[in-house]
Nanobody, 115 residues
Framework: QVTLVESGGGLAQAGGSLRLSCAASGSIFSFNPMGWYRQAPGKQRELVAAISSGGSTNYGDSVKGRFTISRGNPKNTVYLQMNSLKSEDTAVYYC?????????WGKGTLVTVSS
């Protein structure tokens, strides 16, 4: 059974930093891609960042230059380093991973940025 477990959310001040982690388990194959999405109250879920098994990255326009996605070792882990946080970054952040054409999601971790 595939599971994704996120950690690292919490409260940060505007201008501060947080680091999210996600560990995917339940498959001998590599998840590709892996990424982060977020959903703020009253808004649709949106892409934050994604990374392929080869290291190619894709970022949402609102986080470019501030957030960095990376994959760990083992490769079924993904991290999101969030710097220069803004109040509009407040949302539930979900880890996402694709395996054999199917999407898997974590339960989400809340990030709250106070101004």
């Amino acid at each position: 059974q595939v599971t994704l477990v996120e950690s690292g959310g919490g409260l940060a001040q505007a201008g501060g930093s947080l680091r999210l982690s996600c560990a995917a388990s339940g498959s001998i194959f590599s998840f590709n891609p892996m990424g982060w999405y977020r959903q703020a109250p009253g808004k649709q879920r949106e892409l934050v960042a994604a990374i392929s098994s080869g290291g190619s990255t894709n970022y949402g326009d609102s986080v470019k230059g501030r957030f960095t996605i990376s994959r760990g070792n083992p490769k079924n882990t993904v991290y999101l380093q969030m710097n220069s946080l803004k109040s509009e970054d407040t949302a539930v952040y979900y880890c996402n991973a694709m395996l054999l054409g199917r999407d898997y999601w974590g339960k989400g971790t809340l990030v709250t940025v106070s101004s």
